[in-house]
């Protein structure tokens, strides 16, 4: 199909509007043709009928440069509507591609088709997509891999070989009827039953071993992995046995290199990483495990896959494995965190807010809600479980926010109340025993102006199920400049920041019972979406809506609609 978009208002013909593309932007323009559809998969002993996009699992990546447009028709012959996220992506003034359902547009319905514009910027590096309307990027997702612009390089020496590595979760079941069963008891959503890497789930799981995934290397060749963790509800260790890895980039930027003999890595993440093949020849176990200091339920398995050296060679009895962080050190996901930073070269330059305009003071919680007599809800009683930032649990729209939001003149009056700048009450965060759990649920959203220097913190707190929280914020990577335990302290650990070299990033894990500071300019206008990228987070209602408005002219302004967009109705 034809893309149906338009750059200014009016209708332009479309090799008129793929000449003005190209112009506007740096690199070439490229198109890809998706179909959603079911597909059946045999794994851990039982087939099992998934959605999928070209019947792969994980779905199709997306290969381009630095400043290249991309189009992708998604035609939706899957059961139900579906919308697809370009994660990490800014779409500077295009949040009319961006994807999640009911914030930037209605579900592509069965049968119907739409097509997206992802404009890529300043990413470089691996993102990936993944389908944003319930919980169908369980199985809807793939990475995105984002070359240097023609006329530049890596900032390292080029890699020997290029590896996408997709963690993914796997369900024996339909994961709609685990979310359906989850709503309709209130309660924690049954756990994945395994693990995957690029679609196999490994050697320690059921009928697995003969179809578990095995990267092939050369000895002395250096690879370069790029690693998304598109996990539903697990933050994760990874490790290769005897190799170290060199850390060089993260969601789309790249980082000063460090060595690691093990990652921490969110839902929600990508890490580019180097691995040399450097020791004997042999084979060696990758392993992944889940990181979870709470009392929460998760998928306490673990992942096997190989590394296998190229050659003649005997085939080991006994495979190395790698040793890891305890499943609850929270100590060692945190110092991984810390090492994380950016270039800040002249090649790399970064742009640290200093004088901060905006400032916001958000806690994360888990809560509950009380349920009518008649719902059957089975938590603490009578309840169900829910999520807040600053004790608001976000209610989801029934059509676009951002359709209305343009509708109404770019005005949020009457569509959406304001989200709260502090918690409605103050407490002691980390340490309170005696709050409620119970919360309160509306659509607030935040309102930024155009050029805002933004400053959030993120609070976890001691209420309900305490844990790390993945924050994912659309159409905007930001600055990671602090990160800390127990209650943030506004009168010393501003002072602690680091506004030289911090990671830009668009994922970050705020610790249990901790707190995280972000900030960024609001530069890019439109509707985004902020969430927890836990999935069942999410479904609680751990998510906000960040407006910012319109700049004063056309070049600072958000994009018109294309000239079609999934109905609502």
């Known amino acids: ?225 790029r690693i998304v963790n598109s996990i539903l509800n697990e933050e994760m260790f990874f490790a290769i046995a005897n190799h170290n890895m060199t850390v060089v980039g993260s969601d789309g930027a790249y980082v000063k290199p460090f060595s690691t003999d093990y990652l921490f890595i969110t839902p929600g993440q990508t890490m580019d990483v180097l691995v040399t093949a450097n020791q004997t020849a042999s084979y060696y176990y990758m392993v992944l495990t889940p990181f979870l200091d709470t009392e929460s339920s998760y998928d306490n398995t673990t992942y096997r896959a190989l590394i296998k050296y190229r050659g003649k060679y005997k085939t080991p009895s006994s495979i190395p494995t790698p040793t890891f962080p305890n499943i609850s050190d929270s100590i060692s996901a945190q110092l991984f965190v810390v090492r994380l930073k950016s270039l800040a070269d002249a090649a790399h330059p970064i742009n640290v807010p200093k004088k901060i305009t905006k400032q916001i003071f958000m806690t994360v919680s888990v809560n509950l809600f009380a349920c009518p007599n008649s719902t059957g809800c089975t938590v603490d009683g009578n309840n169900k479980l829910a999520a807040s930032l600053n004790n608001n649990s976000f209610v989801m729209p029934s059509t676009s926010l951002l359709q209305e939001y343009y509708d109404n003149n770019y005005n949020v009056n009457h569509i959406a109340d304001k989200f709260p700048n502090k918690p409605p009450t103050p407490f002691n965060y980390t340490t309170v025993t005696n709050m409620s759990a119970f919360t309160s649920e509306g659509r607030k959203v935040i309102t930024f102006n155009y050029g805002d220097k933004v400053e959030i913190v993120f609070q976890g707190t001691n209420i309900g199920a305490t844990q790390n929280h993945p924050m994912h914020l659309h159409g905007y990577s930001f600055y990671l400049v602090g990160t800390g335990s127990a209650d943030f302290d506004n009168g010393t650990d501003p002072g602690r920041f680091n506004l030289v070299d911090p990671p830009e990033v668009n994922t970050i894990a705020v610790p249990r019972k901790g707190w995280t500071a972000i900030r960024f300019k609001a530069d890019n206008p439109g509707v985004w979406f902020m969430h927890c990228h836990f999935e069942r987070h999410t479904s609680w209602g751990m998510s906000t809506v960040v407006i910012v408005k319109n700049g004063g002219t056309n070049e600072t302004s958000m994009r018109p609609p294309p000239s079609y967009m999934p109905p609502c109705s």
């Open 1 to 225: 199909m034809k893309p149906k978009m338009g750059l200014v208002s009016g209708v332009l013909g479309l090799i008129f509007l793929g000449t003005l593309l190209f112009s506007k932007a740096e690199g070439a323009v490229r198109k890809y043709h998706w179909v959603v559809k079911q597909t059946n998969f045999t794994k851990l002993c039982t087939t099992s009928t998934v959605l999928t996009v070209n019947d792969r699992f994980p779905g199709p990546e997306i290969h381009a440069m630095k400043g290249d447009t991309v189009f992708v028709t998604v035609q939706n012959d899957g059961p139900y509507g579906i919308t697809i996220h370009w994660h990490g992506v800014r779409q500077p003034r295009n949040p009319w591609s961006d994807g999640p359902e009911y914030i930037t547009q209605c579900p592509i319905k069965p049968g119907g088709n739409f097509t997206q514009e992802i404009n890529l910027s300043t990413e470089e590096g691996t993102l990936w997509w993944h389908a944003h309307s319930d919980w169908s990027r369980a199985t809807v997702h793939g990475a995105i891999k984002v070359f240097p612009a023609k006329g530049t390089s890596y900032p390292f020496k080029k890699p020997d070989g290029d590896q996408t590595v997709v963690f993914s979760s796997w369900y024996k079941s339909d994961v709609m009827d685990v979310l359906d069963e989850a709503v309709s008891t209130g309660g924690d959503p049954n756990v994945s039953d395994a693990y995957t890497i690029n679609g196999e789930p490994g050697d320690l799981y059921d009928c697995s071993k003969e179809t578990m995934y095995s990267m092939l290397v050369n000895t002395s060749k250096t690879y370069l992995l």
